[in-house]
């Protein structure tokens, strides 16, 4: 059993549109966070949330905690190719270990 | 540059033929940890290290060890490799205070 449900697994979709994506949980965590990552590549770090109902904005891309602080999601305007990768969100549980949704992959068509 | 660093990028190695992938941090960070990653199951981690000498098992660490002997290096040991230790390898570190971990590149097994 995954402690974080990422959902859509895969999301295809035209440059241009607007795509939101989930992290789900039954657990309360103080903080999670969401990383991208590239063929080839580490995942990379894109933001931290870390309080109820929290809202930050990356450019075009937006993250809000839920208020239970057991969800999140990643909300991204005119999306483009180059928001093409594996979006991974990730969360810190007793002390010093992590744990990582399965991750959403996301294509931009040109 | 601040990187980590992972040796080798991929590996292809026989059924219980011992390995050491390592793992290298220029940001003196005191935390590191070791994932594997599988499709559909995400990233999950194997073991981490709070400091030098001070390690700790993660959510999958059986079949592996790890040693912390200085700083800035954190090895993943196979002694006896088998075919279900076939992922995708990841290093991370990370400073003392902070969520953000910095990610190597990635080093991909396969035991055959």
């Known amino acids: 059993t995954q402690l974080l449900e990422q959902s859509p697994q895969f999301l295809s979709i035209q440059e241009g549109e607007n795509l939101t994506v989930y992290c789900n949980s039954s657990?309360?965590?103080?903080?999670l966070q969401w990383y991208r990552q590239e063929p080839g590549e580490g995942p990379v770090l894109l933001v931290t949330v870390v309080t109820g109902g929290e809202v930050k904005k990356l450019k075009r891309l937006t993250f809000q905690f839920g208020d239970a602080r057991k969800d999140s999601s990643l909300h991204i305007t005119a999306a483009q190719t180059g928001d093409t990768g594996l979006y991974l969100c990730?969360?810190?549980?007793?002390?010093?270990?992590?744990?990582f949704g399965t991750g959403t992959s996301l294509t931009v068509i040109p | 540059e601040a990187q980590v660093t992972q040796n080798p990028r991929y590996l292809i190695t026989v059924t219980g033929k011992k390995l050491t992938v390592t793992c290298s941090q220029n940001?003196?960070?005191?935390?590191m940890s070791w994932y594997r990653q599988d499709p559909g199951l995400g990233l999950r981690q194997i073991y981490y290290s709070m400091n030098v000498e001070v390690t700790d098992k993660g959510d999958v660490p059986e079949g592996y060890k790890v040693s912390r002997k200085e700083k800035r290096n954190f090895p993943l040991i196979l002694e006896s490799p088998s075919p279900n230790q076939t992922s995708l390898y990841f290093c991370a570190s990370r400073d003392r205070g902070r969520y953000e971990q910095y990610f190597g590149p990635g080093t991909r097994l396969t035991v055959t």
């Open positions: 657990s309360v965590f103080s903080s």
């Open positions: 990730a969360v810190r549980s007793g002390g010093n270990q992590f744990y």
């Open positions: 940001m003196n960070h005191e935390y």
